[in-house]
């Protein structure tokens, strides 16, 4: 198995309720290890272009407010299918349909409210690590 790379965002709903110990535990205990890390508040701008993905999405202006309305943890996380793992532990984006045990699951409010972020494929990994972390800041 390869030894991948994601990018991960603690959210500002989980940052607020001061869950960023308990997800990272849950990273950890399952393998990943975060190998860069740093708390942002980020712009408005920053979250559009983060997201811009989704600017046709009508939830696009919800989304937008809500990473900007208080501190997120951007973390680069590294192991074992990395990717694919971090899904997994993750659950699914609305946490109504997440399974038991996963971060959703346990810790989201809602599917805006979401708690955290990971990469979805190789190539948004590296290009979502890339907006937020030079090279000297990953440190394996
Ligand atoms: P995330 O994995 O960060 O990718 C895009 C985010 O948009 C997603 O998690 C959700 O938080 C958010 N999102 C997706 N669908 C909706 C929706 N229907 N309403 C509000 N927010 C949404």
Redo the contacts with the bound molecule.
Sequence with gaps: MAIERTFSMIKPDATKRNLTGAITKVFEDNGLRVVASKRVWMSKREAEGF?AV?KERP?FG??VEGMTSGPTVVQVLEGENAILKNREIMGA?NPEQAAEGTIRKTFALS??E?SV?GSDAPETAAQEIKYWFSDTEIVG
Excluded: D
């Design positions: 997201y989704h939830f919800e989304l984006t599917i805006g979401n972020h």
